[in-house]
């Protein structure tokens, strides 16, 4: 069964790949995952906050920085808290890129359209294959209105595309007013590929300390439907490839995320649950699912349940939200 697609200009043999995340921190996890069939590796995503405290601590010691400017430092992170710094970022890229015969995929996170976007110049210099923009922020200002949210993250993916020149895929969180024509936006802006959707991490609250809790909750299929929706609305409207993230834990789940129009599917939480060796159930559990439904290849159903292909594309707008609820029983009543 030929699984084949194309991702970020990539030929990849079969649509799943490990998304940015701790699964290629340690080159025995990188190597797992090329041996279990990864087509791709993501590295775990570089901080904006920790590109500004390398920067600033370059510039003069930090402890000048501190008593110079101690307001303002104090929403940045304690650089003890990453995992990884920049510099070692970028050795560990080098080592990854020459141990692996996939393509690398470098990997910013940030928020504002800043001086550190340049410092993916460096991560190509250093091997990368494509890079992924992470783009997470809050809008939480009032005094922000939602076309200057959009502009923002334009412009990031505009100043990025000009620093490098390998392919950028841009990960997006869903809220926005209108994510269809920040697509379509981020699409005329150069980016080769968009990915639905990082997942926001919802504080919890301490009522006895009086404190916020920091959680952490790894997705399951039942994040899945959001995706599915946007996906299938911008199939077919941008010319950037579509990947989906969060929600793909079952073959049946990769399914539906291809249907509505993804090139690719990026896994973490359920490789994270069941290791490297998955990729490989769930190569094999599409291919089945494909020869039992009489495909000829995932190219043939890709996009086949998107808005412009769908024989009824009601459930993805209004018409199917009236209809729910005008039919819906309640079964304790029955």
């Known amino acids: 069964m030929d699984l084949s697609t194309t991702y970020l200009g990539f030929k990849l043999p079969h649509p799943f790949f490990p998304g940015a995340s701790p ?6 996890r990188v190597r797992q995952l090329e041996d279990a069939g ?31 400017n101690a307001e303002s430092l104090s929403y940045l992170p304690d650089p003890e808290g990453f995992v990884i710094g920049p ?4 050795e560990h890229l080098r080592q990854v890129k020459a141990a692996v015969k996939v393509p690398v995929v470098g990997s910013l996170n940030g928020k504002t359209a800043g001086g550190w976007l340049e410092y993916a110049k460096l991560i190509e210099q250093a091997g990368a294959d494509a ?9 939480a200002d009032a005094k922000e209105p939602g076309d200057a949210v959009v502009e923002r993250t334009v412009e990031m993916v505009r100043t990025l595309r000009k620093a490098v020149g390998i392919p950028v895929a841009v990960k997006l969180s869903p809220f926005y007013t209108s994510f269809a024509n920040v697509a379509v936006q981020l699409d005329a802006a150069g980016a080769d590929a968009l990915v639905l959707f990082n997942r926001f991490y919802h504080p919890d609250i301490d009522v006895e300390k009086l404190e916020l809790v920091d959680t952490l909750t790894l997705s399951d299929s039942s994040d899945l439907p959001l995706r599915l929706r946007w996906l ?6 941008v010319q950037a490839n579509l990947a989906v993230t969060g929600g793909v834990h079952t073959v049946l789940d990769a399914v539906k995320a291809i249907m509505c129009g993804a090139n690719g599917v990026q896994m973490v939480s359920a490789l994270l649950k069941r290791g490297p060796r998955y990729l490989k159930t769930m190569v094999t559990g599409l291919s089945e699912w494909l020869e039992a439904n009489e495909y000829e290849s995932m190219a043939q159903m890709m996009g086949s349940m998107s808005m412009e292909k769908c024989p009824d594309p009601s459930p993805f707008n209004r018409a199917s939200y009236m209809r729910v609820l005008q039919t819906w029983v309640n079964p304790y009543q029955a």
């Open 232 to 237: 299938a609305i911008v199939a077919g409207k």
């Open 38 to 68: 990864a087509p791709m590796i993501t590295l775990r995503s570089l901080f904006e906050e920790q590109i500004a405290l390398e920067s600033m601590a370059t510039s003069r010691s930090m402890e000048a920085i501190a008593n110079a």
């Open 131 to 139: 890079l992924e923009l992470h783009i997470y922020t809050l809008a």
């Open 87 to 90: 510099e070692e970022y970028l």
């Open 23 to 28: 699964l290629a921190d340690t080159m025995d």
